[in-house]
């Protein structure tokens, strides 16, 4: 989608193939990139990602998203880089905590460039009226059949 807006796009993936016209090394990636966003699996391998030690390797005023899980990219990480100045923004759709425990991810959540969205990706309409469908059907069956039509919601 990147590409519609004139955007070079990079991937990096351990495992998979990648298109060799987006074929990147990590450290390239990192360093080339001014949107850097993540989609992995959390692993041990992918826990900490993005950490203070990649810092250094950053493109000045890249934008970080995260929409995986919180603990790939860290939020020691982030601060520093927003601090810096290394960091411009981030994006995230996950926090390790949700809500947020931690003095760290309170004070990342609040940054003004810093933006969160719930992690709410599989809630699709469809979801919804299907959870209200089981909620429902649930309640019938606790409550005895005598009671179907008031707990139906068509």
Partial sequence: ????????????????????????????????????????????????????????????????????????????ALLEGLD???????????VSHEPPETSEEKRLVSDPRVIVTPHVAGSTEEAEEQAVRMACSTLQKLGGEENDDDASLS
């Fill in 1 to 76: 989608m990147g590409q519609a807006f004139g955007m070079k796009i990079l991937g990096y993936d351990k495992y998979k193939l990648v298109n060799e016209k987006i074929k990147a090394d990590y450290r390239d990636l990192l360093s080339e990139s001014d949107f850097i966003s993540f989609h992995v699996p959390l692993t041990e391998e992918t826990k900490g990602m993005l950490d203070v030690e990649q810092l250094p390797l950053l493109k000045r005023g890249v934008f970080i998203i995260n929409v995986s899980r919180g603990e790939v990219v860290s939020i020691p």
């Fill in 84 to 94: 810096k100045g290394i960091i411009a923004g981030v994006g995230l759709d996950v």
